[in-house]
T-cell receptor, first 109, second 114 residues
């Protein structure tokens, strides 16, 4: 079964502090992992995906197949990072996304 | 490029009625996926269409159906509405071929069933 777990519904950190949003997955096969973000009053949008190995807005995420995790990290949080973050997976080449329940990140000034 | 558009944005229906939602993908995108978002269940995949064919289907009853037209625009239909169908329905488009790329989401249609 495909499953994505984001253990924290809410996460609050101070500006300038490091941020880590946790994501664990269950998938029999080679998944593709993504982080999507939804800022206030905006659409859901792709933040980054594991196959690109990129850093977007200072965020990075490493796929750890041994621990079946894809945690999202940023060394220094900024107030504009406050948003809802969703971890998602799909089968290779498939367009079906399985989402976690989301983590609401709040950056305090 | 214009983004994904969905119509209508808001809808109020009563139990037993049926509803049709529309989605226009980004120009050139051939894959359209539909998701249901509720506070309790989160974001759940409904189905995906590619080149007018349903390619993937989620775990929803047969009351939920969809179709895609030759211009890639898609509609989803829910028949015999139930109170539990109240949700935000999101449409997403993508190229649909090769490795899974970014899915571009629309603003959603908020459906309230009374």
């Amino acid at each position: 079964a495909q499953r994505v777990t984001q253990p924290e519904k809410l996460l609050s950190v101070f500006k300038g502090a490091p941020v880590e949003l946790k994501c664990n997955y269950s998938y029999s096969g080679s998944p593709e992992l993504f982080w999507y973000v939804q800022y206030s009053r905006q659409r859901l949008q792709l933040l980054l995906r594991h196959i690109s190995r990129e850093s977007i807005k200072g965020f990075t995420a490493d796929l750890n197949k041994g621990e079946t995790s894809f945690h999202l990290k940023k060394p220094f949080a900024q107030e504009e990072d406050s948003a809802m973050y969703y971890c998602a997976l799909s089968g290779k080449g498939a367009q079906k996304l399985v989402f976690g329940q989301g983590t609401r990140l709040t950056i305090n000034p | 490029k214009a983004g994904v558009t969905q119509t209508p944005r808001y809808l109020i229906k009563t139990r037993g009625q049926q509803v049709t939602l529309s989605c226009s993908p980004i120009s050139g995108h051939r894959s359209v996926s539909w998701y249901q978002q509720t506070p309790g269940q989160g974001l759940q995949f409904l189905f995906e269409y590619f080149s007018e064919t349903q390619r993937n289907k989620g775990n929803f009853p047969g009351r939920f159906s969809g179709r895609q037209f030759s211009n890639s625009r898609s509609e989803m239909n829910v028949s015999t509405l139930e109170l539990g169908d109240s949700a935000l329905y999101l449409c997403a488009s993508s190229w649909g071929q090769g490795a899974t790329g970014a899915q571009y989401f629309g603003p959603g249609t908020r459906l309230l069933v009374l």
